[in-house]
C-alpha cells in the first residue's frame, strides 16, 4: 500500500468506528490521517525544492567551471 492508500484506510476505519458509537477511536483516527496526509503532501514539496536545488547547484557548478577553464585560458 502506499500512503494515499493507508490515508483512506484509516479514513474509512475512522467512519467505521464512527458508526460503532466509537467517536473517541474514531477522532484520533481521522487525526492521524490528516497528519500523515499532510506530511506526505509535504514530503512532495520538500523533494521538489530538493530538485530544483540539485539543479541550480549543477547549472551553477557547469558555469563555474566554464568560467574557470575560460579564465585559464585568457589569463587572469
Same mark, same amino acid.
Given at each position: /500500500? ?5 490515508? @483512506? &484506510? +484509516?479514513?474509512? %476505519?475512522?467512519?467505521?468506528? +464512527?458508526? =460503532?458509537?466509537?467517536?473517541?477511536? @474514531?477522532?484520533? +483516527? &481521522? @487525526?492521524?490521517?490528516? &497528519?500523515?496526509?499532510? @506530511?506526505?503532501? #509535504? /514530503?512532495?514539496?520538500?523533494?521538489? =525544492? #530538493?530538485?530544483? +536545488? ?12 566554464? =568560467?574557470?577553464?575560460? =579564465? /585559464?585560458? %585568457?589569463?587572469?
Amino acid at each position: /500500500m502506499n500512503i494515499p492508500d493507508n490515508v @483512506a &484506510w +484509516l479514513e474509512d %476505519f475512522a467512519v467505521h468506528g +464512527l458508526e =460503532l458509537g466509537n467517536a473517541n477511536q @474514531a477522532s484520533r +483516527l &481521522w @487525526a492521524i490521517s490528516k &497528519w500523515i496526509g499532510e @506530511a506526505n503532501e #509535504l /514530503m512532495g514539496q520538500q523533494s521538489e =525544492l #530538493l530538485d530544483s +536545488l540539485r539543479d541550480r547547484v549543477e547549472a551553477l557548478y557547469k558555469e563555474n567551471e566554464y =568560467l574557470q577553464n575560460r =579564465l /585559464m585560458r %585568457f589569463g587572469a
